[in-house]
């Protein structure tokens, strides 16, 4: 945990329920040990989901759909969600849940390597991005995502800083961990002084930061 562990208890007995089918799929989520969004992020997200408005949201790494279709229910009507995942086996969860959600009008599952995948989509035509991916790719995910930005458009990046290892010297983490820790660091570096982006780092879950494209 990034913050004290009794406060974001607190916080998250004052959360209210979600719907029906996202309360069975993180049932499913936490039996089969998928990772998926922290309750603080699902939080965060539906206050920015409303204050933004977005039609169009992209999404890097869709795993069973459990993100996707939360932003579906706070999305404007007429928006749509267009998401990446590569793992064949979190491919079949996901469409299994987009469909027992009744979303699969409000969301497109791309499958492959996000950074095949989002070469083929259209310059310009996204308005939200939310980036909860391979750590060690949102480095080299960045420029495409960038291209794929409107003016104004939001870029949320899940897990940066890494249950705090991120402040840990690179040989004070794990080796297996050391790629994610150096990639992580170069990001945030990134997204903090690139004259194209505005971004904020914020300590909730376990770590997220905001930018805003000039």
Do not use: W
């Not at 291209?147 to 402040?167: C, E, H, S, T, Y």
């Amino acid at each position: 945990m990034i913050v004290n562990d009794r406060i974001v208890s607190y916080i998250h007995s004052l959360e209210t329920s979600n719907s029906q089918c996202l309360q069975e799929i993180e049932q499913c989520a936490i039996k089969d040990n998928v990772p998926i969004i922290r309750k603080e992020m699902e939080s965060f997200l539906r206050v920015m989901l409303t204050i933004k408005q977005p039609k169009n949201i992209l999404e890097l790494g869709c795993a069973i759909g459990y993100s996707a279709i939360l932003m579906s229910e706070y999305m404007p009507e007429g928006g749509h969600i267009t998401t990446i995942e590569n793992y064949d086996k979190r491919i079949v969860q996901a469409k299994e849940n987009i469909a027992k959600a009744n979303a699969t009008d409000k969301i497109t599952l791309l499958e492959g390597d996000a950074m095949e995948v989002m070469k083929d989509l259209e310059s310009g035509s996204y308005d939200f991005v939310f980036m909860d991916a391979a750590k060690a790719q949102y480095i080299n995910f960045l420029p495409e995502v960038l291209r794929l930005m409107k003016p104004g458009a939001v870029l949320i990046a899940d897990n940066v800083l890494q249950d705090g290892d991120i402040i840990e010297s690179r040989y004070g983490v794990i080796r297996r961990n050391r790629t994610i820790h150096s990639r992580m660091r170069e990001y945030m570096y990134q997204v903090k002084h690139m004259d194209e982006l505005e971004t904020t780092i914020v300590p909730i879950g376990d770590g997220i930061t905001i930018s805003v494209k000039r």
